[in-house]
């Protein structure tokens, strides 16, 4: 991994369980001044700052009276993390980890500077990072993280931004920067239906190496003309569905308007495509190209909006509906084998392959498929598919044609090769 690719951590929240710490003196506070707090406000404190809540819970107290109190809820829950602070689980595994790749790491936390130097060094973790951020006052958590970036002249499209606040998601959109949310935190009701969201810090890791391979591909089709055709294509098993739907997904968390089709919706019926069983069969009659080259010529000439009829594989009928809604600016993703050939290629702006080996494919396929079409689908890819892929590779050489090689050999480490 390149030294440059910096991940910039929020702490409250992310690695940090605050609420431990930080409730007990706001509580001991507030009862002291007769301020009650309900739950929700209790949660506001987790990812805003004191004299935020204080504005929305007392909004009548003097203000030299909501100096002392935040004053002296600083110091006391500093003290509290001196006692008993502690990581959500998983967080130091999932810095040593990281770091150990190559990753430069920074906190970028809207806590005091004392507060933040406290926990990383009762947590432990001060050697793992390469920056640590904290609130400047008058300033936003985005222009905090603005003058890192500007005068360490990073890159936007190698840095992540991993959080769980609104704070955190903007600070992130607001210097063109990738954004990963936890769903463990304090604020994901606030950013889940605009963010890609983790439910687990074991799941960081591994979204952060997608998230790098996403924001390549978004690199290189942001000056593209709209509509814009991005392909997905690779081997049997190799990935495609699932990459494309979760490349979507961080599309539209930076705005972007999305249309995914899939070549499996693009079957020929069972007499077509088993007319011929060889490999070259299942090149030439599994898809019908004409209908999908049809649907694209027309989502990159006009705006889409209606439901087209493909075949259901199930019924071998064509009922099965699909929704198609575009717009002059949106991204359609096409995900599938066999993909990057004429009539198709043409149509495709830009070209990612996800490369596995072969002996990966038989893995997959056994873990995939023989739980439900039975162990003798083993040989349908030892006789037909992966021959059939072998010649598609050969004759079309799509891993030197696409825009972007991937490894996925490991799906939860994708590396641009």
């Not at 990812?47 to 909004?59: C, E, F």
């Not at 490999?279 to 990159?300: A, M, N, R």
């Not at 043409?346 to 990966?360: P, T, V």
């Amino acid at each position: 991994m390149k030294k440059q690719n910096m991940l910039f951590f929020d702490l409250d929240g992310t690695l940090y369980r605050t609420h431990e710490t930080c409730l007990p003196p706001l509580r001991t506070l507030c009862e002291k001044h007769g301020i009650k707090l309900t739950k929700e406000d209790e949660a506001l404190l987790l990812y805003t700052t004191t004299a935020n809540l204080l504005s929305i819970v007392s909004p009548d107290m003097p203000e030299e009276q909501k100096n002392k109190f935040v004053h002296e809820i600083k110091w006391r829950e500093i003290e509290e993390v001196k006692q008993r602070g502690r990581l959500f689980d998983g967080a130091t595994k999932l810095l040593s980890n990281l770091k150990k790749s190559g990753f430069q790491l920074a906190i970028c936390g809207m806590g005091s500077k004392e507060y933040i130097n406290c926990v990383v060094d009762r947590c432990g973790i001060r050697h793992y990072f390469d920056a640590i951020l904290h609130r400047i006052e008058g300033k936003t958590k985005g222009q905090v993280l603005s003058e890192f970036i500007s005068n360490n002249q990073l890159c936007a499209e190698d840095c992540i931004m991993i959080g769980d606040s609104i704070t955190d998601l903007t600070a992130a959109r607001d210097n063109g920067i990738s954004f990963i949310g936890v769903s463990y935190g304090y604020g994901a009701k606030e950013i889940q239906d605009n963010a890609v969201m983790l439910d687990s810090i074991v799941q960081i890791e591994a979204e952060i190496y997608k998230t790098l391979v996403y924001s390549q591909i978004e690199k290189g089709i942001k000056n593209l003309d709209r509509p814009t055709v991005v392909g997905i294509n690779g081997v049997d098993t190799s990935g495609k569905t699932v990459f494309a739907k979760a490349f979507g997904k961080f599309l539209r968390s930076l705005g972007y308007h999305t249309q995914l089709l899939h070549m499996d919706d693009f079957h020929n019926p069972r007499q077509i495509r088993y007319q011929d069983i060889s490999p070259q069969g299942y090149i030439d009659y599994t898809f019908d190209l004409k209908q999908l080259h049809s649907v694209l010529v027309e989502i990159k000439s006009s705006v889409v909006q209606r439901e087209i009829t493909v075949l259901d594989l199930d019924s071998d009928t064509y009922t099965k509906k699909l929704n198609i809604h575009t717009t002059a600016n949106t991204v359609i993703i096409v995900e599938g084998v066999l993909l990057y050939r004429p009539p198709i290629i043409d149509l495709i702006d830009y070209k990612a392959f996800l490369d596995i080996g072969f002996d990966e494919v038989l893995k997959r396929a056994k873990k995939r498929d023989v739980p439900k079409y039975g162990e003798n689908f083993l040989e349908r890819y030892k006789q037909r598919y992966i021959p059939a892929q072998k010649k598609y590779l050969s004759e079309y050489n799509p891993t030197k044609t696409c825009d972007l090689l991937i490894d996925n050999n490991d799906y939860n480490k994708p590396l641009v090769r």
